[in-house]
């Protein structure tokens, strides 16, 4: 079978260059177009050399449409509105979407899904195996635990993340609102200060850090009476979500249009 042919846009970003960098290193694919904004200095540069892994002969350029229509498939973790842009391109030239962007409001991913008829979408907050399985962990800690245990996620990131919480730290906290059979948007709670009074029972609660050069830390504690669970995970790498995203790719290629979740990709969702 021939190498699926891989786009990444937002390709002088930090998680661009791991992408590129982690996709030449696997089988099954090859990159064949690196996306950059028209006002970027690095548009001309060989993405290799840009990612630190020697020449592709693959130029950085600001033309998404036509690297889009010679590729399969593209990865994506930029911003939300850039975002929704190449899902417009990938659903008119049929290629499957990896989607690790974060910060999405409910109404942009609502957005993305009018496009899922065409294209193949995977979205996650988090692609690595490790976080998935923490979020089926969660959730079926939050349904044996009863509101006794109070749910709080702790998430600490590098100083240059723009977001907050991570969407790591929403998939968590929505994998235990699941399993609560709870509604994440009106029982979470994002900040406290000041007299903020007791804690309401059900809740569950979002404590955001930022700091130096973290890759990525989250914990979600179960505090009970006398007791405390806590599920940790701790990524030191960033290619472990830039392996997960090229996993990701080669699964929706063999799927038929639709938005799917990392879940999907891992075979962790309910039957």
């Known amino acids: 079978m021939s190498e699926m042919r891989l786009v990444v846009v937002g390709a002088a970003g930090r998680m661009g260059r791991t992408l590129i960098r982690t996709a030449t ?13 028209e006002s970027s200095e690095f ?4 993405a290799g050399e840009l990612a630190g892994c020697g020449s592709l002969g693959v130029k950085v350029t600001a033309d998404a449409d036509s690297a889009f229509a010679a590729a399969d498939g593209l990865l994506d973790f930029t911003v939300p509105d850039a975002t929704l842009q190449f899902a417009a391109l990938a659903a008119k030239h049929n290629i499957v ?18 496009h899922a008829s065409a294209a193949r979408l995977v979205k996650s907050g988090n692609m690595s195996l490790g976080v998935n399985l923490l979020a089926g962990l969660v959730k079926k800690a939050a349904t044996a635990l009863d509101e006794d245990f109070d749910i709080e996620v702790l998430e600490m990131h590098h100083k240059h993340k723009v977001d907050a919480p991570s969407g790591t730290a929403l998939l968590l906290g929505e994998a235990a609102a699941e399993g609560r059979e709870i509604d994440l948007e009106s029982r979470s709670v994002r900040s ?11 809740d569950i609660g979002f404590a955001t850090l930022r700091g130096g050069s973290v890759v990525g830390e ?54």
Do not use: C
Request: charged content about 25%; proline content about 1%; glycine content about 12%.
């Open 218 to 271: 989250h914990t979600v504690m179960f505090a009970g009476e006398g007791e405390r669970i806590e599920l940790s995970h701790i990524a030191t790498d960033r290619q472990i979500f830039a392996r997960g995203a090229v996993k990701a790719a080669l699964w929706a290629l063999k799927q038929q249009p639709g938005l799917y979740s990392m879940a999907d990709v891992l075979g962790l969702t309910d039957e």
């Open 25 to 37: 290193e696997m089988d099954g694919v090859v990159v064949t177009g690196a996306i950059e904004r």
């Open 97 to 114: 979407h990896v989607i690790g962007t974060t910060g999405m409001s409910a109404e942009q991913t609502e957005a993305l899904k009018k």
């Open 43 to 46: 548009l001309g540069h060989d």
């Open 192 to 202: 406290r200060d000041g007299i903020t009074g007791a804690r309401n029972s059900g």
